[in-house]
């Protein structure tokens, strides 16, 4: 089962939520510390049901940090040299991180397809981090993050005691 997910709807309502998240963060810091698996439970539930393919705004909008092992690993599936993917894709940003030279990015398809989803950079396959260790410690991010992407809003909903949802269920 997927959800049908209004995305037009998400920075409304995370701006209309912000003030609370942070609320939460002040007040419940050490409660944060101690909610990973709760988290974690959050984000596995939302992931299953949330349809990445039909929203890609990560994609589009987040230009992901870059590593060198990446690089190989792209140049490895394209059949390019390094330095060549890095000429035509890559450029160094402002705090001196390897991203894409444009968003969206230049592997997302029409159909939001990642033409090297097997061999894509690290950061995307994070992406949105809601199930990593130490989530408190990501926490003010994820508030930005809930204004792109779907999974990070609800996890921070869920974590919050919010009931305000994106979607009703509806299958694909
Ligand atoms: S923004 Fe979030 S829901 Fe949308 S494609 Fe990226 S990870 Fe999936
Ligand atoms: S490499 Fe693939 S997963 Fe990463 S931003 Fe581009 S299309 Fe998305």
């Known amino acids: 089962m997927s959800k049908e997910v209004d995305y037009k709807l998400l920075p409304v309502l995370a701006a209309k939520s912000e003030a609370e998240w942070t609320r939460f963060f002040k007040k419940n810091k050490k409660?944060?510390?101690?909610?990973?698996?709760?988290?974690?439970?959050?984000h596995d539930a939302i992931t299953e049901r949330t349809d990445c393919l039909a929203c890609a705004n990560c994609c589009r909008t987040l230009g992901p940090h870059i590593t060198d092992k990446d690089v190989e690993r792209m140049a490895k599936a394209l059949r390019v040299k390094s330095s060549d993917l890095i000429a035509k894709y890559l450029r160094i940003d402002e705090d001196g991180d390897l991203v894409f030279q444009s968003m969206p990015c230049p592997f997302l398809g029409t159909d939001n397809y990642c033409a090297i989803y097997e061999s894509r950079p690290k950061a995307c396959r994070e992406y949105p981090h809601t199930d990593r260790k130490r989530f408190y410690q990501i926490y003010n991010l994820s508030i930005k993050n809930a204004y792109t992407c779907?999974?990070?809003?609800?996890?921070?909903?869920q974590v919050t005691g919010n009931s305000d949802q994106l979607t009703g269920n509806s299958k694909k």
């Open 31 to 42: 409660k944060l510390e101690g909610m990973d698996l709760q988290v974690h439970s959050f």
């Open 150 to 157: 779907p999974i990070v809003f609800e996890v921070l909903q």
